[in-house]
Every structure is written in structure tokens, then in C-alpha cells.
């Protein structure tokens, strides 16, 4: 947790923001995985760490911007919680920690939010994700749950986006403890990724670090040599040499704050030609997306200006032809990267993601597109000192895509498809690392993770 006087700002820039009425924050519970008792590892929602600090289920908070006044809900713990489950502190000293002077037993919370809906005043609250507050939310406020997501409140969402997506001087700490927390992990895989281990070794050997320190991982981790799969959760694969293995992990520090990082690498510690050449442009790609962040600039044009250097190199390779910049504005590169260079990170790994992805990646001057490739691009907007970014470029050789497309006969102006058919049996690669949008440029944060060729094999071999 961080001083008081942190939240206490927090809390004072919104009202501002916000200018009138109640806004609510729930609390998550604990989430049961097959009785009630047996939970799910506990995660506290953000908006209520950002706002509130406290980690534990069973509270709510309202922030009465007419009053002045803010209120935490919860319950003194008793005796039986005490037995099973070990003390806590009163709710008045756990407050008193976050700056908060009012405290109330949980069950008021309903009463209070309806006085205020009674008299008519503005009751602002955030799209819920989870069930149990959507149904809490649903009862409370008598919205059908199925409209709770586009009722919610437009300028609490705005005015929320605008202060958590600039991150302070402790956030970054914060980000580079878990980042710190990533070294170590992809240190500990890279060596571990030989021939004949399982995917789950490493994915468990992984997690045992970030434990290992007192944190968890900040999402389910990626460790696959199919890498061609974006969002691969299996790990049952035994590595065989010849394959890349894509590792995208990450941790959460002590406050809930994420890192993101990818790192592949060649099963058996030495790239073969192939894998070095499209790494490398993966790398190239990365580097320049790296060295373009700057305050004032879209991230929608790094994401454009990666995927013209990856094109180009693809041209090289002899797997795209015709205009480099011709190709990427008609999308054809989304054959090879068909996701978006990168998103917010703070805490939640794509942050805020839960008040709507364009809420926090787009705005009045950036609209989402709807080609294929670039409308899976999470943040697009200019960016400003603070900001902190995943770059992510990945290529990947994707066999049922390739197929669709060349039946389609899709973008056969820029796809050698004849060249690709050799890379079906490929995989995937992807670098990513988290930067911080600086004054004057750039910082990538935390310690640095091997990622040039030579580095990757070095670190593999040690
Ligand atoms: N780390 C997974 C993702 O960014 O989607
Ligand atoms: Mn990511």
C-alpha cells in the first residue's frame, strides 16, 4: 500500500473531476472454485486499490462528491474469521491508513446509495465484470444486469481514464519491481528450455519465482512452442528442437501493479536460419516501436510504422512483395501480425480494460478501425508523459488463417503465398517489453531481459 496522502489526492482529483452526486465502488469477493470455501487465489478489484489501497473482500466505499465526504463499508472481523482465518486490524484503522475518516458496517452501504437515489442525485458507478457485483449493482440501483455495461457512468469512466493511464513516480517503481520479478523468471526459462522438458516446467518454474518473491502472476501465462496461437493457455507440449518457444508472463508486485514481457527463444538454445531471420525482424520492429514513443504521438502510427519495418523485412525474406507502405495500409502485413503493437499497463495488465477497451485506447480524435489486424489494436491515442506501454510486435505463421486468405485469394498483390506455404510449420515470434513514455522520449523499465539473438542463446546456454 502506498502513504495515505496518495489515495487522499486520488480520491480529491476525482470529485473535482466528476463535480456532483455518489459514486460507488465495490469490493471483489472471493470467487469459489467448486464449493465456497475453496477459493480462487483473491484479487482485489483496481479501481478500488487506485481509490481505496485496501486488498481484501468484504468492502465497498462510496465517494460523496457533494459532501466532501468519503465512506468506507466494511465489518470488524469476529471471532470465528479470527479462529480460521487470522486478524485484522478494526475497519477504523485500515481507514486510517488510506485517509478515510468514515467508516460503516457493509450492510449500510445499500441504504446509503438508495437515500441519494431517492432524492434524485446523480449515483455514478463503474461497468462490473464479475457477476456477484453485477447482481449487487442490478438489485441496488434497478438496472437489468444486461444494461448495466451501457449505463454506466460515461464521465466517471472519463474522468478515472484520464488520471489512472498517467502513471506517478511510485506506480513506476512499482511496474519495475514486477518487471524485476519478470528478469528473473525469463533468466530461469530460458535456461530450462531444452529438448524434451514440458511446457509446464517452465510455466510452473516460472510462477514458483514470482511466488517465490510474494507476488503472483498478473495473468495466465503464455508458454508455448505455438506460438502461433496468440492467447495459447495449454502446456502440455514436450519441446522438441526446431520449434521457438514463445513465453509471455508476467508478475504483479506487492500493490497489484503488472508487468508484461515476452521473450522467445529457440528450444535448445541455438536459432536455426529461419527462426534467426524472422526474429530478427520481429526485433527490428520492436527497436523502432521502442525508439519512436514519444509525448505527442499516436500509438496508432508506431503501431503502423512496426508493421511497415516487419513488412519490409518480409520483403526481404521473400515472403511479401509490392509496396511496403501500400501493403500495411491495406493490411495484408495482418497475415503475419494480426494483433496491435501494444496496450496501457498499471494494474491490470491491459489496463482498465474493464471500463471498455476504446474508453481507455481511443477518443474524440482517434476512432477504431475495422480492418482486419489494426481493429484488434487496444490503444491508439496520443501519447503523454506517464504513459506506460507494452510494445508487443509478434510474426506468425498461422495455418488456417494462411489457408482462408489464400483461398480468398486475399491481398495477392503483397503475399507471396507460395513463399509462406514453407513457414506453415513456423510457430510464432514475439518480444515484448513495458517502456515509460518520458518527457523527452522514452524508458524501458525495469532490469534488462536478454533479447538480441546472441543475448537469447547465451542465456539459453548458461
Ligand atoms: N500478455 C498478454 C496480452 O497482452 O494480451
Ligand atoms: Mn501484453
New binding site residues.
Partial sequence: MFKSVTYIERRKLLKKDVGSGLILFLGNEESPMNYPANTYHYRQDSSFLYFFGLDSPGLAAVIDVDAGKDVLFGDDIGIEDIIWMGNLPKMKERAFEVGVRHTAPRASFAATVRQALAAGRPVHYLPPYRADNALVLSDLLGIPVKELKSKASQGLIRAIVAQRIIKSKEEVREIESAVAASQAMYLAAMKLAKPGRYEYEISGAMEGIALSRGMHLA?PP?VTINGQTL?MHDHGNILVKGRLLVM?C?AESATSYAS?I?RTVPVGGRFNRRQKDVYEIVLAGQETAIKALKPGINFKDIHLQTARVMAAGLKDLGLMKGGTGEAVAAGAHALFFPHGLG?NLGLD??DMEDYGENNVGYGEKVERSSQFGLAYLRMARELRPGHVM?I?PGLYFIPALFALWRKEKKHRDFIVYDAVEKFLDFGGARI?DDVLVTEKGRKVLGPPIPKTVVDVEKACRS
Fill in positions: 495473468f503464455i492467447h509471455d508476467g508484461d515476452t496496450h495488465v491491459h507494452t508487443e515484448e
